[in-house]
């Protein structure tokens, strides 16, 4: 099972906002990319995946976020950009500082599907 956090934004993510997000997160983290694109994943000093970051989804239809998120979702249009954590606490720490460093970067607000948001 795993840990999920998702940013919501207001701006596309680029590359420089993801590696200053990255960065934000722990410089002790390995990333790793497909040569074909896609998902991008991290792994701790010792090799181990810990977090896996999907692709950037545009919504453009009006209530889809709201619907699939609640009343903490934004107002469309907006890009959702999931962040996946293994099963471990250290890993949720890391998914939600990278939620929250994309959010603030691209305007938006991350949140956790399941728990209370403010």
């Known amino acids: 099972m795993t840990y999920d956090v998702i940013a919501l934004t207001a701006a596309m993510p680029d590359l420089p906002s993801l590696m200053a997000a990255l960065m ?3 410089e002790d983290l ?9 998902a991008i994943r991290l792994y701790t000093p010792g090799d181990e995946p810990i977090l896996t970051i999907d692709a950037p989804i ?3 239809v009006p209530g889809e976020a709201r619907r699939l998120l609640g009343e903490a979702a934004m107002t ?8 996946r954590a293994v ?3 250290s890993a949720r720490a890391y998914a939600r500082t990278l939620g929250t460093a994309l ?4 305007g938006g607000h991350a ?8």
């Open 103 to 106: 959010a603030r970067r691209l």
């Open 30 to 38: 390995r990333v790793d990319t497909p040569e074909a694109g896609g």
């Open 24 to 26: 934000a997160t722990g």
């Open 87 to 89: 099963e471990r606490d």
């Open 76 to 83: 469309e249009p907006m890009w959702w950009i999931e962040i």
């Open 58 to 60: 545009y919504l453009q």
């Open 111 to 118: 949140v956790t599907p399941g728990e209370s948001q403010p």
